[in-house]
């Protein structure tokens, strides 16, 4: 059976996948949001001095990157509604069930690149800052996260491509993402090779458009000395860190 041309372009540009492709897109966008906001409380508790709280963080960071992504899944759609009788009413949808899972399960991952990028931060800036009269949270808004950002988005461009494709787990519980479509698609024609390369293509496209994305906000967050392009500056004269706009 030769490829045919024809079955790939037709399901390439099908309304079926392009949906599929923008719910894929929708969820991990989500996900990820959420994710950042539940990691960032999570890398807080870890660097708090209060040890029960930092025992808590741990034992949430250990848990979900423990537990298969799979499971985790499995685990929110049909365990949850056996033991909280309101998820089985119908707002409790496959979407939802597959956002609550993986943005638990990706914020794990971002409390530890958030905790490195805390941790990155000199100490003796936040110091500085407190001398300078500025509160805690001025110090953290000001100096700590700013610094902490440029050090994040590598990893987080990376965790969010690698979240792009997990989605495709979200099958599994019948959320008609671009994975779901193809399979259901495939059940009909059995054109493997049309089909999954179609959505091969489809990946290929977010994949490619995401990591454009990540290069273009790493540059706008790439610090630079104020003193660079002067004459012998950078030698006598302490480098003054910058955000590029």
């Keep these: 059976m030769e490829f045919d041309w024809q079955i790939f372009v037709d399901a390439l540009t099908s309304e ?7 719910l894929t897109i929708g969820l991990a966008a989500a996900a990820q949001a959420a994710a950042i906001v539940i990691g960032l409380g999570v890398a807080l508790l870890r660097a708090s001095p209060i040890a029960p709280l930092r025992w808590v963080a741990a034992t949430y960071v250990w848990l979900f990157r423990a537990i298969p992504t799979l499971l ?8 949850l509604p056996q033991l909280i009788p309101s ?13 609550v ?11 530890e690149i958030i905790r490195s990028g805390l941790n990155a931060v000199d100490k003796g800036q936040v110091l500085a800052g407190k001398t300078l009269g500025l509160t805690s949270g001025q110090v953290f808004r000001l100096i700590v996260m700013p610094q902490t950002i440029r050090v994040i988005i590598p990893p987080t461009g990376n965790e969010f491509i690698t979240l792009l494709k997990l989605t ?4 599994v519980i ?6 779901t479509i193809t399979s259901q698609t495939v059940s009909v024609n059995f054109r493997f090779a049309e089909l999954y390369t179609a959505a091969t293509v489809w990946y290929l496209l977010i994949v490619s458009i995401f990591m454009l994305l990540q290069s273009r906000l790493e540059r706008r967050y790439q610090w630079t000395s104020r003193a660079e392009g002067r004459r012998g500056a950078a030698a006598a004269v302490p480098a003054i860190v910058t955000v590029n706009r």
Excluded: I
């Design 72 to 79: 985790q899944l499995l685990f929110v759609w049909n365990a």
């Design 174 to 179: 019948s959320l008609r993402e671009l994975l």
């Design 101 to 111: 899972a993986l943005a638990l399960n990706e914020a794990a991952y971002m409390a």
């Design 16 to 22: 079926a996948f392009v949906s599929g492709a923008a």
């Design 168 to 171: 495709s787990l979200a099958s």
């Design 87 to 99: 998820l089985r009413d119908p707002w409790f949808t496959p979407f939802l069930a597959a956002f």
